[in-house]
């Protein structure tokens, strides 16, 4: 395969089309057009699809894009990794896939500790599909997975190891004008309210469904969201209830302007990290799981009853309480039964 036909199709498809891709290349659309024939010939597939007056991916299209990413990012790596070794500059390149059930915040603040270290580092963040990212780690395109499940639940064919990073409680969250729509107390409230859920094949929504069948509860499903930051803009139209860590409670009262319902003890989202190392040795994953001992994540300790007019939990608050906790082992987290009526 020429390489060459391949960075030309990746240009392509990125920027939108041919006539923009040969702006950027500083080629005639012509040009470009031949090359990339000649890489649909080779693969034996079409790329592009002509939709109106546009260029659309086919189905192969946009697997061959996902691999042109990754050879192209990794010749990114090689050529600054080498400049670096010329110059004796030293620049410690992290490789992270992040589950896209993990949330932002909480990705950030698992991450947090390896930006710390005093090397330079250069965090490369890949976020999908779990079984998408296994594949990747699985030949060493990654040097962590960060999800919200253990590999153990998903059966994988990979030799790989999990690590317990921490776990959070969940609260519920509705708009000012929702929540005055909403009867009796949390949780009960939840029963029949309009209620935004995560998708069907997070590891969360089977222990929402659990937690709620165990009360009894039945909520109104309006929407079903893969993307919680969707799911959460969603919930700041008032368009339903919505979950979120409760470590996260502060920041997501203040960002889109809702307010708790209540907290669910006995709910709890963990964390883990997945490597192919059981005695992990790349320095960042070290200082990430180093943080994690210290049960940084863990907010049940804070958990307190809500009252008509409590105010969100301070913003960072569940954190400091569990710094006060003496540290435990990673492996150590547990979820909790029960819950935090108001």
């Known amino acids: 395969m020429n390489y060459k036909h391949l960075h030309y199709f990746w240009v392509a498809a990125k920027a939108g089309g041919i006539v923009r891709a040969a702006e950027q290349l500083h080629a005639t659309p012509q ?8 890489l649909e010939s080779r693969l034996g597939c079409p790329l592009f699809k002509k939709t109106g007056r546009h260029l659309e991916l086919t189905d192969e299209g946009r697997t061959a894009l996902q691999y042109a990413e990754q050879i192209f990012a990794l010749g990114a790596e090689l050529q600054a990794a ?3 070794a010329r110059s004796g500059q030293r620049t410690l390149v992290f490789r992270v896939g992040l589950a896209d059930a993990v949330p932002k915040s909480i990705a950030y603040r698992l ?3 390896a930006l710390a270290l005093p090397d330079d580092v250069r965090l490369v963040c890949h976020e999908g599909k779990l079984a998408d990212l296994l594949a990747q780690l699985s030949v060493q395109r990654l040097d962590l997975v960060i999800a919200d499940e253990p590999l153990g639940r998903r059966r994988a064919s990979i030799k790989a190891f999990d690590h317990a990073l921490g776990s959070t409680a969940m609260s519920f969250f509705a708009t000012p004008t929702l929540k005055r729509t909403l009867r009796g107390r949390f949780p009960a409230l939840l029963d029949g309210a309009p209620m935004l859920l995560q998708g069907a094949q997070t590891a969360l ?5 659990r937690w709620l069948a165990n009360d009894g509860l039945k909520p109104r499903a309006v929407g079903e969201f893969d993307d919680a930051a969707l799911m959460k803009a969603f919930g700041a139209e008032g368009r339903g209830i919505f979950m979120a860590p409760t470590v996260l409670e502060a920041e997501t009262c203040a960002q889109y302007g809702v307010q708790v319902l209540g907290r669910a003890a006995g709910l709890v989202e963990d964390f883990y990290a997945i ?4 005695r992990v040795s790349h320095p960042c994953v070290v200082a990430i799981m180093q ?3 210290g049960g940084f994540l863990e907010s049940r300790e804070a958990l307190k009853p809500i ?13 400091r309480a569990s710094a006060r906790r003496a540290p435990r082992a990673p492996g150590t987290a547990k979820g909790t039964s029960g819950r ?3």
């Open 31 to 38: 040009t470009l057009s031949t090359q990339i024939k000649l």
């Open 82 to 84: 080498l400049g670096q």
């Open 111 to 113: 991450l947090e500790p």
């Open 205 to 209: 929504r089977g222990r929402l469904e």
């Open 275 to 278: 490597s192919v190392e059981r």
């Open 291 to 293: 943080a994690a001992r």
């Open 307 to 319: 009252g008509p007019a409590a105010k969100p939990v301070e913003k960072g608050a569940a954190v």
């Open 340 to 342: 935090a009526d108001p």
